[in-house]
C-alpha cells in the first residue's frame, strides 16, 4: 500500500513539473516555386513553440534514398539577406537559425553534431544528411520559433530526429519523425502530463485488483 501511495506522489509531481513548460515542435511546408530549378524540391521550416527562452537544439537527419538541398552559395546558417536578392535560390537553402530563417545578422553558434540523438561529435551537412547541434548568441529568443529550414528532393525517403532545449524544461525535449517522398512528418507523442496520467490510472487498477 506505501508503495503504490508513493509511485502516485511521484507521478503526480512529475506531471505538475511536466505542465510547467511544454514544447510543441511542427514543419511547415513553404513554396519555393519562386525558383525554377527546385521544381522537384520541397522546402520545410522546423518550428518551435515555447514560452520560455530557447537554449539549444540538435537535428540528426538520415537519408536513404533522395537528396538534401545545399545551395553553392549558403552554408549552415542563415543565408545573407543581401545575397539573397541576387542568388532568389539561396532563401531555399537548408541552414539552421536563432528563430528566424528571413533574417541574417544573428547567426547561431555551431556547437558540434547531435550527440544526443546518435550523431557524431562533429557537425555534418551534405546532400545525405545533417548532423548538427547549434544554440543561440542572444538571450531574447523567445516564443514561435522558426530554428530551421531544410529543403529535401521529392525522391528523399529517411528518418529525422529533433532536439529542442528550453530554460522551462528540466530535460531535451525529442520529436522524431520520418521523411517520405521529401515530406518531413513528425510522429504525434503524448504530452508528459499524459504519460503521468495514464501511470496514475494504471497503478490504480492495480490497487483496485489488490482489494479483491
Known amino acids: 500500500m506505501k508503495r503504490i501511495l508513493f509511485s502516485l506522489a511521484l ?7 511536466a505542465s ?7 514543419i511547415v511546408s513553404v513554396s519555393n516555386t519562386s525558383v525554377a530549378a527546385l521544381s522537384n524540391y520541397v522546402t520545410q521550416d522546423v518550428h518551435l513553440a515555447n514560452s520560455t527562452r530557447w537554449l539549444n537544439s540538435q537535428i540528426l537527419l538520415t537519408l536513404t534514398s533522395g537528396s538534401i538541398y545545399q545551395d553553392q552559395f549558403g552554408g549552415n546558417v542563415n543565408p545573407n539577406s543581401a545575397l539573397v536578392g541576387v542568388f532568389p535560390s539561396l ?14 545578422g544573428n547567426d547561431p553558434s555551431i556547437i558540434g553534431g547531435a550527440v544526443n540523438l546518435g550523431g557524431a561529435s562533429a557537425s555534418t551537412f551534405t546532400s545525405a544528411a545533417i548532423d548538427v547541434a547549434w544554440g543561440s548568441n542572444t538571450s531574447t529568443v523567445i516564443g514561435d520559433l522558426d530554428l530551421a529550414r531544410i529543403t529535401l528532393s521529392k525522391t528523399a525517403n529517411g528518418t529525422f530526429k529533433f532536439l529542442a532545449n528550453t530554460v522551462g524544461t528540466s530535460v531535451n525535449t525529442v520529436f522524431t519523425g520520418t521523411v517520405t517522398n521529401g515530406v518531413i512528418s513528425l510522429i504525434p507523442v503524448p504530452e508528459p502530463a499524459t504519460f503521468a496520467m495514464l501511470g496514475i490510472a494504471g497503478l490504480g487498477m492495480l490497487f483496485v485488483r489488490k482489494r479483491k
Open 11 to 17: 507521478i503526480a509531481a512529475l506531471a505538475a513539473q
Open 20 to 26: 510547467a513548460e511544454v514544447l510543441t515542435a511542427s
Open 91 to 104: 532563401a531555399y537553402d537548408t541552414f539552421v537559425s536563432s528563430g528566424s530563417v528571413s533574417e541574417s
